[in-house]
């Protein structure tokens, strides 16, 4: 009967044991479930700073292609404006020329 005693006894502290370790078991899965939802909650956000990135980088590029396209323009303004000038030197020789010769018809008339 005492053998019968001792062995419910150490049953008895077995069955404790488990249920002490199913509990601790059932603790550390919620920590691994709370540690996988930040897992995903941490990629979620690494994945949003990826898109962030990728559309900084889009937008970039977009000022970039606008820039060439001005800086473009701005040369075409420049080699236009500089043809201006050289046309506008050239009617401005042609127009003293003619006074040139105004005057020397007048010179000539004169005499």
Known sequence: EARATELEA???LERQSKEQSEEELEVLRGKNLAEEARVAEL?????EGEEAIAEAKGQLLQEEIAKAKL???LDEVVKLQKEFQSRAAEAES????ERQAIA????????
């Open 94 to 97: 042609w127009l003293e020329q």
């Open 43 to 47: 990629e979620a956000q690494v994945k």
């Open 104 to 111: 020397e018809a007048k010179d000539e008339l004169e005499e």
């Open 71 to 73: 800086n473009k323009q």
């Open 10 to 12: 150490s049953l008895a």
